[in-house]
């Protein structure tokens, strides 16, 4: 690592008022510290954030407020969650090892950085690792890239299951900015498409801090999957993986969820085939229909069309799953 | 450089480290509690796996001067003098390892999942252990060795 000092705000205003150009935020350090190994990120100093950021779950009628620093696992036990929100603790179950999940925070999950082979070797070409110097995964080892919503400049997905969740509830980012106003960004813009500047993976504005997220209250706690399709069956990242939700009347659908993971540059929600099960009936030709609308919207590269029967199965499966939760 | 004062196996200890030194680093290189492993020393096979009050976390991927304050147990504390941790003896009753080199991490990890109390089947044992990688493939006595300390556990 290139050497570097370390300070510990006590609070989200020396947190903010204390970072200088060329230094970053710690939490659980699970990415970070990963990535500073492999000259990925050198920060000249970093701030210790455990201290300053709440590591508490607030709950109300409105919805759930989870502080930046609550762990993963500590989310997914917790009973509010588990009994509200259980589509969330499943993800993050299906996520990491425990070991990471006790020491990962809410807002390192989110920032957590693309596991993209070319982007974790120096010596590749690598649009968002070094703007400029090309996408080694267009035309290369593509069979974990996206499928959905990339450019020509960059084909990464995004890695966190917690996120998918999080985009299938509506969730949204509590930020605190250098001016010290708070502001609530929707979990849909939060995360971004690549386009020309895949080096910036989301619109945390800079030297921002994440506080809370926030998911309204739902009652999408009854109907929900979360299915992660990978090379092993635990303790990898996702080729694919779906979130979905229901809500039911009867054997009528009044209102649907769906996103994925390892499809896309962010968390992708399939609104086309959410509108689609609306007023439909729960049925396997209807879950097989909106299966089928959400692959036809896909592209796949030189080496990832299996993600896109992949992701057709694995939306029919997680449909199926709902009705049994 | 940063002093750190932290509890290792219950004694207080202080190092002086640099900002950069992992948790791991510090233990093995400046605590010389060599029981820990560095495998991967990039959160991927769990080798490294020690308990900072009763959680399971990877030293590898910790900074030791985040630490400060804290109380840390590895491999070296968890045996009541000569009187071997129960995980232990299971792991030698089961042959749940070849070579040694995943056994701390291993049976930290193992005492960090019991602690949490959430594995209640063989299947969750093993979906709750997969953060600790064998290369000898000794999986099958691992999880043997496990459940039998969890069956003593709940009964008692
Ligand atoms: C081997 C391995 C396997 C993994 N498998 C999975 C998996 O299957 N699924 C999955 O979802 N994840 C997986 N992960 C990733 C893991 O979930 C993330 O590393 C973790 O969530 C990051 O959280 P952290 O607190 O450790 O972040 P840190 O490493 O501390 O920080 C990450 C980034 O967030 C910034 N940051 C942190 N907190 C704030 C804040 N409050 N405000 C602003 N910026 C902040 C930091 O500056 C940094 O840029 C895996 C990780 C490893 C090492
Ligand atoms: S896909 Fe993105 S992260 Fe991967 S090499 Fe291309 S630019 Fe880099
Ligand atoms: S050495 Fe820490 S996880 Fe491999
Ligand atoms: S016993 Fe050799 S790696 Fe597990």
Redesign the pocket.
């Known amino acids: 690592m290139k050497p570097f000092t370390l300070r510990k705000p006590n609070d989200i205003k020396q947190a903010l008022s204390g970072k200088k150009a060329g230094e970053?935020?710690?939490?659980?350090?699970?990415?970070?510290?990963?990535l500073m190994k492999k000259h990925i990120?050198e920060p000249d100093a970093l701030l210790d954030?455990t201290t300053a950021?709440s590591a508490g779950i607030e709950t109300s009628s409105r919805g759930i407020r989870i502080g930046?620093?609550v762990r993963?696992s500590h989310i997914a036990s917790h009973a509010a969650i588990q009994s509200q929100y259980p589509l969330l603790a499943k993800a993050i179950l299906?996520?990491?090892?425990p070991q990471?999940?006790n020491?990962?925070?809410t807002?390192?999950?989110l920032?957590?950085?693309t596991r993209c082979p070319y982007f974790y070797d120096i010596t590749l070409p690598c649009n968002k690792r070094k703007p400029g110097s090309g996408c080694g995964a267009l035309e290369g080892e593509n069979r974990m890239s996206a499928i959905v919503g990339y450019s020509e400049h960059c084909v990464a997905v995004h890695?966190?299951?917690?996120?998918v969740a999080l985009a299938a509830l509506d969730a949204s980012v509590v930020v605190s900015g250098s001016g010290g106003k708070s502001e609530s960004i929707p979990f849909a813009s939060f995360h971004r498409l690549p386009g020309t500047t895949p080096e910036i993976d989301n619109n945390?504005p800079v030297n921002?801090?994440?506080?809370a997220v926030e998911i309204p209250a739902n009652a999408f706690h009854k109907h929900y999957a979360y299915l992660k399709v990978r090379d092993r069956t635990s303790?990898?990242?996702?080729l694919v993986s779906v979130a979905a939700a229901l809500q039911l009347s009867g054997t009528k659908i009044t209102a649907a969820r769906l996103a994925s993971g390892g499809v896309a540059h962010k968390p992708w929600r399939w609104h086309e085939a959410e509108k689609f099960l609306q007023g439909k009936e729960a049925t396997a030709a209807n879950f097989s229909q909106a299966a089928a609308i959400a692959a036809r919207s896909t592209k796949p590269l030189s080496h990832n069309g299996y993600k896109v029967t992949m992701l057709q199965g694995a939306i029919e499966t997680a449909l199926h799953n709902c009705l049994n939760a | 450089m940063t002093n750190i004062s932290f509890t290792v196996n219950g004694q207080p200890r202080t190092v002086t480290v640099a900002p950069w030194v992992s948790l791991l680093d510090a233990l093995r290189e400046h605590l010389h509690l060599t029981g820990t492993k560095k495998g991967c020393d990039?959160?991927?096979c769990g080798a490294c796996t020690v308990l900072c009050e009763d959680k399971r976390i990877l030293s590898c991927?910790t900074l030791a001067v985040m630490k400060n304050g804290r109380s840390i147990t590895t491999i070296e504390g968890i045996a009541d003098g000569e009187k071997l941790h129960p995980l232990q003896q299971a792991f030698i009753d089961h042959d749940a390892f070849q070579c040694g080199y995943c056994t701390p991490g291993q049976l930290c990890s193992a005492i960090g999942m019991l602690h949490e109390g959430k594995a209640r089947t063989r299947e969750e044992v093993k979906e709750l252990m997969s953060g600790n990688l064998c290369r000898c493939g000794a999986n099958v006595g691992i999880i043997d060795a496990i459940m039998q300390v969890k069956e003593t556990y709940s009964h008692e």
């Open positions: 970053a935020y710690i939490a659980g350090g699970t990415n970070l510290v990963d990120a954030v950021l930046a620093m993963n299906a996520g990491a090892s990471i999940r020491m990962a925070s807002a390192g999950n920032l957590q950085r890695p966190s299951d917690m996120c945390l921002a801090l994440i506080t303790y990898a990242f996702a | 990039h959160g991927q991927l």
